[in-house]
């Protein structure tokens, strides 16, 4: 495995890999549900790139990009068990000089569920991965459904601006209790640990109701924050059910739908979802 930190030495490298490139884009700070994307990376292209880069742009100006945890050479190690043949590592600088100003912007469903709550977030992450899918130029890139409207967003880009590559995702990995993994829990202290759970049950509540043959979003809404009301330690920011293509707030639940939600447990914003289909 090489470890690459400057950009015109990763574009030297690649031309050594055998294609295609399996591209597996993250901010560190690795789980489970990194590694499931590096799996898949692997099992489908001879070769795998994975990039590490907390990614300033993308963070809002009171949001936790100073604090956010990292741990490379964990990540690194990792990495390594999971047979990556170059991890991409840049700084800060490198991928954003001094005189940098140009920007990647997906229109309408950037502003909806977590735009609306971090207007400027999707604007850094298409940039970024933009950049990234530039360097690396892989065949297939990896994003965990997890991040439901982060993959739709960069599917939009993608398609619009005729990238080419694939978007792959892969399903949501969960702790036992249900929580989806996620750099942030290690925010959480033990019980709000424990309280966090609420996610994932107002989830398959949602589900489950669903299955039984409730079609009404309202409803839906409903029964979903009032299982969250019942969690003290729960702030609900937004529980939404939209187009999974459009994001656009449904009234009838039509297949397929994307039920997601934005939690703070504590201080702790976390998000999660299901599709209905
Ligand atoms: O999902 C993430 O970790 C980030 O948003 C990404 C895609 C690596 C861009 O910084």
């Not at 949602?206 to 330690?233: C, N, V």
């Amino acid at each position: 495995m090489k470890v690459v930190e400057t950009i015109a030495e990763m574009r030297r490298l690649r031309l050594e890999l055998t294609e295609p490139v399996g591209f597996v884009p993250t901010m560190g700070y690795l789980h489970d549900g990194h590694l499931a994307l590096v799996k898949r990376a692997r099992a489908e292209n001879p070769s795998v790139v994975v990039s590490l880069f907390v990614n300033p742009t993308q963070f809002g100006p009171q949001e936790d990009f100073a604090s956010y945890p990292r741990a490379t050479r964990r990540d690194l190690t990792m990495l390594e068990k999971g047979k990556t043949d170059i991890v991409f590592m840049p700084s800060v600088a490198e991928v954003y000089p001094p005189q940098f100003d140009s920007w990647v912007e997906v229109g309408k469903i950037s502003q909806r569920l977590e735009g609306a709550a971090r207007p400027a977030h999707f604007r850094g992450v298409t940039t970024v991965v933009a950049k990234l899918f530039n360097i690396v130029q892989p065949a297939k890139a990896y994003f965990g459904q997890k991040d439901a409207q982060q993959v739709v967003v960069i599917r939009k880009m993608v398609t619009d601006l005729n990238m080419n590559l694939e978007v792959v995702t892969c399903p949501t990995v969960r702790e036992p209790d249900g929580l989806a993994m996620s750099s942030r829990n290690t925010y959480l202290n033990p019980e709000e640990r424990r309280a966090a759970v609420v996610l994932y049950e107002s989830l398959k509540l949602a589900q489950r109701q669903w299955s039984q043959g409730e079609k009404d979003a309202a409803k839906l809404r409903q029964t979903m924050t009032a299982l969250i009301q019942k969690q003290p330690l729960a702030t609900i920011d937004y529980v939404s059910i939209a187009d999974n293509e459009t994001l656009e707030e449904l009234d009838k639940v039509k297949p397929p739908a994307l039920v997601s939600l934005a939690v703070k447990i504590g201080k702790t914003r976390l998000i999660d979802n299901v599709i209905l289909e």
